[in-house]
Each structure stands twice: as structure tokens, then as C-alpha cells.
């Protein structure tokens, strides 16, 4: 079982549309998560934290469920620009591992 | 002003060669990472290595090999280049403890082609 699994997709979704993304993790002592994003042949940047008590950043909401080990990314109104790949993030005692990315394609 | 930069973008090269890519960061940071995307995208941690350790991913073969001459460099060396060791390899950067905050900053990528 990889550390961190995720549907690689790609989700094609209209413009204005909501797309939820999931994310298992294998290790129960995770101790952090986060949500990465990466646009085609570019490197990944910090799109968000994901807290226990699940957190939003504008039309983006994470959220956390240590007892399932499963974390969650949705993006609400998609836009243009948000076609990329999301890397959900597990970090153990300083390290973080990746999974394979989820590809979102937003059409007009 | 680039805060991870690497060199070189794009490396074509031969099986059996020897090549290294470099890695240097303006940010200030205290650690240093090298990872590797292969063709299906998988981000996979090779070294974590700061002035005090060096920590390494025991799949990594020992034909790669991080030398930093200061905390603001980590180069990557690769000895006797195989056809699967193409991918792209992306040098990060953070505080020590930011590792815990997530927040890694990357360099562009070097791509490297091994024929």
C-alpha cells in the first residue's frame, strides 16, 4: 500500500463547478498535512494546511479525519486558472511525503 | 530574484556518464532536499540534509550522492547513469522546523533524459 494514495484523475470540470478531492495516508502517527499544487512542467508550491478541525482559504476548504486517515480538498466556483495537479502532503517527524497528485482540468 | 535555483534545466545524457546537477538557495534556510518526479509524477523524497545530518531514503541507490559545500548549496551527483534514473529532479528548501509546517519551497526542476 503506498504512503499516500490519491484518484490521479483527471476530474474535468466546468467552469463555476465544485470538485471534491480525496486523499488516503497509511501511517496513522502522521503528525501534519497539506495540500501542494503543481501546474504542468512547473514545481509544486504550498496551496494550503489541512487542520483537524478543517480550515477554508477563500473558495478552498481541507479537511482532516485521523480516525479514517483520509483527507479531503474542495474547490468551490473552479476557475480557469485552478486546472492543475493537487499533491496531498503527509509529513511524519519532519519528513513529507507526497502522493501522486490528483490532475484537475477546469473547461470553459 | 529566484529563491531555489538549479542547474542545469535540462540534461541530455548518455548511459554510463557521470553528471551533477546543482542546487543553491537565497532564502536562508537551514535544510535542503533533493527529490525526484518520475514519468508518473510520484514526488519521491533522495536526501533531507542539513549542517548536522544528512538523512537518506534507503531506496536510493548509492550511485547518487549529495555534496554541499555550504548551507546554501546541495548538489546532486550521479554516477553511472541508467535509463531509469530519467526524471526530473527538484531541489526544496525550509527551516528546519518548517518541514513539520509544510512549507517547502522548490526549485524549478532539472530535467534529465538519460539515452
Known amino acids: 500500500r503506498k504512503e499516500v494514495e490519491q484518484d490521479p484523475g483527471p476530474f474535468n470540470v466546468p467552469e463555476g463547478a465544485t470538485v471534491a478531492f480525496n486523499c488516503t495516508y497509511s501511517?496513522?502517527?502522521?503528525?501534519?498535512f497539506f495540500w501542494y499544487r503543481q501546474d504542468c512542467r512547473k514545481e509544486p508550491k504550498l496551496l494550503m494546511s489541512?487542520?483537524?478541525s478543517g480550515n477554508e482559504d477563500g473558495r478552498f476548504t481541507a479537511q482532516l479525519n485521523r480516525a479514517s486517515q483520509y483527507i479531503s480538498l474542495l474547490i468551490r466556483d473552479s476557475k480557469l486558472s485552478d486546472s492543475a495537479t493537487y499533491l496531498c502532503?503527509?509529513?511524519?517527524?519532519?519528513?513529507?511525503?507526497f502522493g501522486g497528485g490528483t490532475r484537475l482540468m477546469v473547461k470553459p | 530574484d529566484t529563491a531555489v535555483s538549479q542547474t542545469p534545466k535540462y540534461l541530455v545524457t548518455q548511459m554510463g556518464n557521470d553528471k551533477s546537477i546543482k542546487c543553491e538557495q537565497n532564502l536562508g534556510h537551514d535544510t535542503m532536499y533533493w527529490y525526484k518526479q518520475d514519468s508518473k509524477k510520484f514526488l519521491k523524497i533522495m536526501f533531507s540534509y542539513n549542517n548536522k545530518e544528512l538523512i537518506i531514503n534507503e531506496t536510493v541507490p548509492n550511485r547518487f550522492s549529495p555534496k554541499s559545500p555550504d548551507k546554501a548549496h546541495l548538489n546532486l551527483h550521479i554516477n553511472s547513469l541508467e535509463l531509469g534514473d530519467s526524471a526530473v529532479y527538484f531541489c526544496?528548501?525550509?527551516?528546519?522546523?518548517?518541514?513539520?509546517?509544510?512549507?517547502?519551497?522548490f526549485g524549478e526542476g532539472s530535467r534529465l533524459t538519460v539515452l
Open positions: 501511517n496513522s502517527a502522521s503528525q501534519s
Open positions: 502532503v503527509v509529513n511524519l517527524l519532519g519528513m513529507l511525503t
Open positions: 489541512v487542520y483537524s
Open positions: 526544496a528548501s525550509s527551516h528546519r522546523l518548517a518541514g513539520g509546517r509544510g512549507e517547502l519551497f
